[in-house]
């Protein structure tokens, strides 16, 4: 082998080291972080929407940091060794701000009034400030590490799914290492564990390859940083709808993050003790469906692909609300491994569409805005719309599991069939059809 050969071997380890180390330490909190937080010691469970309301604040408000200055004034590796250590020591302070949290909204207040009152009450409470911040921090590491390793793979589109795939096995680590934990899920080592392996993740991204800033010196607008020249893609009526399904579809998608740990504990399918544990399933299905997507866009084109992918949604939901009474463990499993379709149909051949739509000069904008549409904007009303649907499902003191998957799974259907219907794009490129 020669030395080049192996150069290039050292960075695509290091890159994907990097890749799993980063999502092992959200993979470690994100979705067992409720277990901790309904504890009978603790009792935040009124705050669950809003744990789930920051990391899409944070999608929102990330691109200013990575535009503004990330890719102006330092080395890629220097600004991602910077927020994750950052971010790590606001994870491990995260258990000690926690307080039992109530809130009583006053009588007869508008129902989209009490929703802005909650939020912004529960924005102030210590525990999700610091999560908060923590994810301003984190959210625009998920940006620079696809910079960086774009910039630094000799094979992008061989190798880049190698590096992304091994994020997936750090998430499914960090859901396994739970079930390891004292407490497993209602551990506040969970935190620990997590803020721990950022500011690991953080020192170890100072041997990663040199990068210095892409646009050191160039001037960035506003509309730049927001992709506000991908607007000019609304002028084809079939990217306008795919857009609109994506926000709509980004609404339930909250649902499966703040509820499904829940759900799957009340239901008695804990695997090991650890619901987190039962969950990995769904990020091991992921790793299989990236690995055939490429097999299946060339027998079904793009519209069938995030067709099947929006009908995972509603699949998974509906199985969810039959099995709230049934228990049944195959169709809670069901719904769990569908993740993969879920994620890797709809939201990854999102990306790839976004990527065959857009003119060259503006497809890094016209992504960062595709994320933050779904990733931000409509997973934030996802949460506004879950926090609600959590009070109405609640019936004396115990959740109506039924009521709480059909109403996202009816709405995934409706969404669904629309853009069944609706959507028809006329192929760009040999390999898209719709």
Known sequence: MNSDATTQRSVLIRLSVMMFLQFFAMGAWYVSATGFMLRGDIQMDGLVFAVYSVGP???????????????????????????????????????????????????????????????WQSLRHPFVLTLLVHMLCFMPTIALTASIS???????????????????????????????????????????????????????????????????????TFGEIIGLDSLKLFRSPAFALFMVAAFLLSIPQVGYAAFARSFVEASGVTPFGSATFALAFGQASEIFFMLVMPLCFARLGIKWMMSIGMTAWVV??????????SHSVWMIFGGIVLHGICFGFFFVTGMIYVDRKAP???????????????????????????????VYAMRDGTMDWKT?????????????????LLFWDRPTRKTESA
């Not at 929102?60 to 330092?74: E, K, T």
């Not at 590796?77 to 790590?88: P, R």
């Not at 709405?411 to 669904?416: G, L, P, R």
């Open 360 to 390: 060259p000069a503006i497809r890094n904008q016209a992504q960062g805005f595709f994320v933050l549409v779904t990733q931000g904007l409509g997973m934030f009303v996802g949460a506004q719309v879950f926090g609600g649907l959590e």
């Open 316 to 325: 998974r939901y509906a199985l969810f609300a039959i099995a709230a009474e």
């Open 150 to 220: 774009f910039q630094h793979l000799g094979n992008r589109e061989k190798e880049f799914p190698i590096v992304r795939v091994l994020g997936t096995v750090g998430w499914i680590c960090g859901n396994v290492a739970i079930s390891l934990l004292p407490g497993k899920d209602a551990s506040a080592l969970q935190f620990g564990l997590a803020g721990g392996s950022a500011c690991g993740l953080g020192l170890y991204c100072f041997t990663l390859p040199h990068s210095p800033p892409p646009r050191a010196g160039k001037r960035v």
């Open 57 to 119: 604040l944070a999608a929102i408000f990330s691109p200013f940091f990575v535009g503004l200055i990330a890719d102006r004034f330092l080395p890629t590796q220097i600004a991602l060794a910077i927020l994750f250590v950052i971010s790590g020591l606001l994870l491990l302070v995260a258990p000690s701000m926690a307080s039992p949290f109530s809130v009583t909204p006053a009588p007869d207040q508008h129902w989209l009034l009490e929703r802005l009152t909650i939020l």
């Open 404 to 420: 709480l998957w059909m109403a996202p799974a009816l709405f995934s259907a409706a969404v669904t069939v629309g853009f069944i």
